[in-house]
């Protein structure tokens, strides 16, 4: 890039910025993700996502997922009553991990039991990503979703 470029590019966003701002909550979600960046992690892929039928006509209801990450897969159930959302979830193979729910309102933690599985209860809506640790440190992430 030349200086004329990069001053083309400050007077575009200048102009974009008075007439278009970002809403704030974009803003935040944004700050709030590369806060939470992990580069050791890996980003889990979603393997298998289902909805019940009646989530469209009805709202909330519950949405089951799957991802992988390496040799771990992790099921997880999200149920939305309202504005209270709670997360269901099981390792495979069991094993210990820690788990945390990322949120822009702040992050919860907990710790798979003795047959891999972990809850969240109460967790708003909005962007959240699950995030997996074992002693040796982060074994995967979620990709963001909107609960």
Not at 10 to 21: C, I, T, V, W
Request: aromatic share 6%; no cysteine.
């Amino acid at each position: 890039m030349t200086d004329s470029d990069d001053s083309l590019l400050r007077r575009l966003g200048a102009m974009l910025d008075g007439a278009d701002p970002p809403p704030d909550q974009v803003v935040e979600a944004a700050l709030a993700a590369f806060d939470w960046r992990d580069p050791d992690a890996e980003l889990a892929r979603l393997v298998d996502s289902t909805a019940p039928a009646t989530a469209a006509v009805r709202g909330g209801g519950s949405l089951l997922r799957t991802y992988r990450m390496g040799e771990v897969d992790i099921d997880i159930e999200v149920t939305v009553d309202g504005p209270h959302v709670t997360v269901l979830g099981q390792v495979a193979p069991v094993r210990r991990l820690d788990v945390r729910a990322e949120q822009l309102g702040g992050v919860r933690e907990t710790t798979t039991d003795a047959w891999g599985r972990f809850a969240f209860d109460g967790l708003g809506t909005g962007p959240t990503r699950l995030a997996f640790h074992d002693e040796t440190g982060p074994i995967g992430v979620t990709p963001w979703i909107v609960l």
